[in-house]
């Protein structure tokens, strides 16, 4: 069984910086592309980052865009989010997801209608 446990997230100033983890466990880990997503109070839940297999190709979604960098540690069965520059509208909940089936060495989708199991998430909480 896929799990999924986040960590990393708090309370930070404006322009201030978090890593935030992703443990996952229940199968190889290495095989699989990864996202990361974030829910802030009555919106939808959006794409962030993510990463392919091979750990080379990334995407990011605009409004993170040169603050987030997105990597991973295979030997670890972790996949990290750094956040710099952080502003009061980065606060949400963050999620880590993964696929059920795997996606090809150098596949990454940010479209969550592709990932099938997510953490419990992390609160990320910024202020002005």
């Known amino acids: 069984q896929v799990q999924l446990v986040e960590s990393g997230g708090g309370l930070v100033q404006a322009g201030g910086s978090l890593r935030l983890s992703c443990a996952a466990s229940?199968?190889?880990?290495?095989?699989?592309?990864m996202g990361w997503f974030r829910q802030a109070p009555g919106k939808e839940r959006e794409s962030v980052a993510a990463?392919?297999?091979?750990?080379?190709?990334?995407y990011y979604a605009d409004s993170v865009k040169g603050r987030a960098t997105i990597s991973r540690d295979d030997a670890k069965n972790t996949v990290y989010l750094q956040m710099n520059s952080l502003k009061p509208e980065d606060t949400a909940v963050y999620y880590c997801?993964?696929?059920?089936?795997?996606?090809?060495?150098?596949?990454?989708?940010?479209?969550?209608?592709?990932?099938?199991?997510w953490g419990q998430g992390t609160q990320v909480t910024v202020s002005s």
């Open positions: 997801a993964a696929p059920r089936y795997i996606g090809g060495r150098d596949y990454y989708t940010g479209r969550k209608q592709e990932y099938d199991y």
């Open positions: 229940g199968r190889t880990f290495s095989r699989y592309h």
């Open positions: 990463i392919s297999s091979s750990g080379v190709y990334r």
